[in-house]
């Protein structure tokens, strides 16, 4: 089964979701401008700032078309593009039948 080896949390304060995140679970953030990334064995958890509060999970694939095509072809969508981040892989954010949203990621 697949599952999520990378969570995007986004917010309108990065230092008060950080502080959250790090005492509830323990994740420490490298912060950069902007954000930050949390690892732990494989997965990850970026933070990043000037967006309204969400969390989206992205399920790990080992072809994002192809995961792609089959969300659409369930009757789902792309939302935007797919983001190429180098060394952390492809990211797409897509949207369910429903409205609700995930995000698909194939490491490099």
């Known amino acids: 089964m697949a599952g999520p080896d990378f969570i995007e949390i986004g917010t309108d304060d990065v230092d008060a979701a950080r ?9 420490r953030f490298e912060m950069g401008e902007g954000g930050g990334m949390a690892t732990e064995d ?18 790990a694939v080992p072809d994002i078309e192809a995961a792609i095509d089959r969300a659409r072809a369930g009757g789902g969508a792309l939302e935007g593009e797919i ?18 949203k995930f995000g698909l990621h194939q490491r490099v």
């Open 19 to 27: 502080a959250f995140y790090e005492a509830v679970f323990g994740w």
């Open 83 to 100: 983001a190429d981040e180098g060394p952390l892989g492809k990211f797409a954010t897509c949207i369910d039948p429903r409205g609700a």
């Open 42 to 59: 494989t997965r990850m958890v970026g933070l990043h700032g000037g967006d309204a509060p969400s969390v989206i999970p992205y399920i």
